[in-house]
């Protein structure tokens, strides 16, 4: 029976260092896309002020 609990026991930790693992990996790919929208929002306000400039110019 030991052995049974025992065996139990080191599948939780798997369990759970996988699970800690993959929302480690989409909590990074989140942020790399999040990051990514932030620089292209900046990026199209950029153009689109400076398409605003050059009418007035």
């Given amino acids: 029976m030991c052995m049974c609990k025992g ?3 080191e ?3 798997i369990w759970l260092g996988f699970i800690i693992t993959t929302l480690f990996f989409i909590g990074i790919v989140v ?3 999040s990051k990514r929208k932030i620089l292209t ?3 199209t306000v950029q153009t689109s002020q400076n398409q605003r400039i050059d009418p007035e110019n």
Wanted: charged share 15%; hydrophobic share 65%.
């Fill in 31 to 33: 942020l790399r896309a």
């Fill in 7 to 9: 065996e139990g026991a």
């Fill in 41 to 43: 929002l900046g990026f």
């Fill in 11 to 13: 599948f939780l930790l």
